[in-house]
């Protein structure tokens, strides 16, 4: 079985893989560098709680920082969690500056952006190949298998998901990530959530697990395959959390597969032992590939 799935593989079409990058920063991440080595060139982004900028370090190497607008306990574990991550399907984390407010998170630079918004340009056109889209979804597995027994990411979206220049997907943003082994700190719906990625156990106050991202999984393929659809399109998050509740689930979308709506039903199972694994899902996100679609 595993013979034949590594064959598979060798079919699925596949973008163009990267030239290796500096890794300059990345060799002591135990220790901090100095702010002033860092110049702020373009806002790529701005969240609740940080900025996002297109950076130089020393003038020379192009990064990305992550301003914090304020210090909170997140922040902390974000960075411890960056610091154990080493996989190509996770964003990389370079350096840290925490000797002073605001802090700071030095990454590689993703020059493509988000997932989300490489969907969005092609809406109109609805020119990205299934096997594409169905290629993304497979580089997410990647670094999900890579997390499953470590962390809890708790925040997988396609506005997550960014981009190479060569169209690799690496997940980002572990603002709201935890380590499994040393438990997990409930979301209240008043923070600052993604309450339409989020699984029913989640509503009922227990803890997340990887399969509550395995859940959110399950809501990334949608947007992928609506070129960026918001999730339960026309429902605001109260009635999206009884829906969901009282066993609702979204509808197929538009120009989705059967087998593919099939995959994401599993992934939106009630009880969190009868979804699926990332590991199943690369399987069968695979065998997509490989097989004659039917819509």
Known sequence: MFAETTEQRRRVPRVELDAPTTQTLSFKL????????????????????????????????DVAIKEFKAVSPNITTEIEIMMNLRHERLLQLYAICTTDEPFCIVTELMNNGSLKKFLIEHKEEQDIDFSLMMDFAIQVTEGMIYLEDKIVHRDLRADNILL??????????????QFILTGNRRLSLDDRVPVKWMAPEIFENENYTS????????????????????PYPGQDKLTCIRGIQTGKRMTKPDGCPEALYDIMLQCWRKNPAERPTFTELQEKLMALINEPVIE
């Open 164 to 177: 190479t220049n060569m169209q690799s997907c690496k997940i980002a943003d572990f603002g709201l990530a």
């Open 211 to 230: 399969k509550s991202d395995v859940w959110s999984f399950g809501i990334l393929l949608t947007e992928i395959v609506s070129y960026g659809d918001e």
């Open 30 to 61: 135990d220790q901090e560098i100095d702010k002033k080595s860092l110049t702020k060139i373009k806002k790529l982004g701005s969240g609740e709680f940080a900025d996002v900028w297109h950076g130089k370090w020393n003038g020379t190497t």
